[in-house]
Every structure is written in structure tokens, then in C-alpha cells.
């Protein structure tokens, strides 16, 4: 924040609209303060484990958690997803819902641009289409307008936007009530946003090229792709390079 607040102040500065930039008295946290939080994702086998336990228990909130962790949305830009944006076996990721806090006066639930201020297109598997379409025809159920195209498809009951930061304490909930009952050995602890995470670090250890994860994830580039996972580059890298010895071998031959 405090280099593209000090960036922006800097052009003022050049283009003669102030004298001085402010944000050169601004103490900025050191690269080590500021690092965002370790990540930790599941393996296909933890996945599959804490989907089936939540669609066992009922969760009403399992489709969110599935589409989430297939598509590697964010948080808010799943809140806003409407179900106009959602054709067959894609979905558009046009908006992003975010809390913002006014000081003395509480708090509000504003609906804009993604972080990436431009829409993208994700592609999805069968199984979340299918629930998908499961989950719009139990929504219709229980009241026609939840089911109209300009509604949000994690729609409160009375078709309001959800609170990002309770969704997120649904995760947590969610994640404390499926390791009690598979076992704490068998389920580690991650974060809600963590599972945007599993999503690329999963299709990336399978193959799936870095610019097509860049692309679902709506990274501004690859190469923040390539930053944010390089963990997982290791195995490829070893991987690959046996394919191009084996290749070598095979040519001799």
C-alpha cells in the first residue's frame, strides 16, 4: 500500500499539483512485517475428504467451498458471482465484494471491480457444473427470486450479498466440524483463502501450464504465478528434465 500510495503522490509531485510527497515521512513496514501469511494448501486426498464430509453432514455452504476450491476465485469475487454470470460450463468473474469500515459510523458491503480490474472467464469441470445446477434448483425452492439471473448464487436467504469476513468464520467453523469427525491426522488446518491456493498449486504439480493457472487465477501475469507457487515448480523441473533425458535416450537408440 505504502509504495503505490507513495508512487502516486510522486506523479503529483512531477506533474507540479504538490510541493512535496507526504508519503516520504510514512514509516513502511519492513519486507518481513509485511509478508503475507504462510500459505498451506491440502493434497487431492484432503480435498476430496473435507468435500465429502461436508456434503455428508449438510452443509448448506458446500457449494461454496467446492466452487471456491475449483475455479481458485477469491473470496469476494465468488460473494458477488451472480447467476447471469454462470453459462453451462463457464463462468464470468465480473465483481468482487468487499467490507469497507467507516470509523464511528460501522461498516458496509460494497460490490465492484475484481482486484484485477478486468472481468475474466473460468472454465469449469462436470462435477461443478452439476452442482451448480443443484444448487440454483434448491435456491429456486425456497424462493423464486433466488434463482433470477441478477441474484448472487451465495446469496443470503433474502437474496443480499454474503458478509465476507462471517463467510470466511463459516470456513473455519466448517474446517473445525470435518476434522473432529475424519480425524485431526487426516485434515490439516488451512485458510479459506487457502483453498484459491490448492486450486493452482494442484493444477500446476498435474501439468497444467503456468499460464493457463495465471489465466483462471487472473493474475496480471505469469510470472506473479510463477512467484506465489514457485514450491511447486521443484518437482516439475525434475520431472521435466527426466523427459528430456528419456528422450535423448530414446533418439540414441
Known amino acids: 500500500m505504502h509504495t503505490i500510495i507513495h508512487a502516486g503522490l510522486g506523479a503529483a509531485v512531477r506533474d507540479g499539483l504538490l510541493a512535496v510527497n507526504p508519503a516520504d515521512k510514512a514509516d513502511p513496514p519492513s519486507a518481513k512485517s509485511a509478508a503475507s501469511p504462510e500459505m498451506h494448501v491440502w493434497t ?9 464430509q461436508r456434503t455428508q453432514a449438510g452443509d448448506e455452504l458446500v ?3 467446492h466452487l471456491l476450491v475449483s475455479t481458485g476465485m477469491r473470496r469476494g469475487e465468488a460473494l458477488a458471482l451472480r447467476w447471469g454470470d454462470v453459462d453451462g460450463s463457464r463462468l464470468s468473474v465480473r465483481r468482487s465484494a468487499t ?4 470509523k464511528g459510523q460501522g461498516e458496509e458491503i460494497i460490490v465492484g471491480r475484481p482486484k484485477s480490474f478486468k472481468p475474466r472467464v473460468i472454465d469449469l469441470d462436470p462435477e461443478t ?3 451448480l445446477k443443484a444448487h440454483k434448483a434448491t435456491q429456486g425452492t425456497l424462493a423464486l427470486a433466488l434463482a433470477r439471473d441478477d441474484t448472487y448464487v451465495l446469496a443470503n436467504l433474502d437474496g443480499t450479498v454474503r458478509h465476507p469476513e462471517r463467510f470466511s468464520r463459516k470456513f473455519v467453523a466448517a474446517l473445525i466440524a470435518a476434522r473432529k469427525a475424519l480425524g485431526e491426522d487426516r485434515l490439516s488446518t488451512i485458510r479459506l483463502h487457502d483453498l484459491r491456493h490448492t486450486h493452482a498449486s494442484l493444477l500446476l504439480a498435474a501439468g497444467v501450464p503456468v499460464k493457463v493457472v495465471s489465466e483462471r487465477l487472473g493474475h496480471a501475469s505469469a510470472m506473479i504465478t510463477l512467484g506465489i507457487y514457485a514450491h511447486v515448480m521443484p518437482g516439475m523441473q525434475a520431472e521435466a528434465a527426466a523427459k528430456f533425458g528419456a528422450l535423448l535416450a530414446g533418439g540414441a537408440s
Request: net charge neutral.
Open 99 to 102: 467490507v469497507i469500515k467507516h
Open 129 to 131: 457444473v452439476a452442482r
Open 44 to 52: 487431492a486426498d484432503e480435498l476430496r475428504a473435507f468435500l465429502d
Open 63 to 65: 457449494i461454496a467451498w
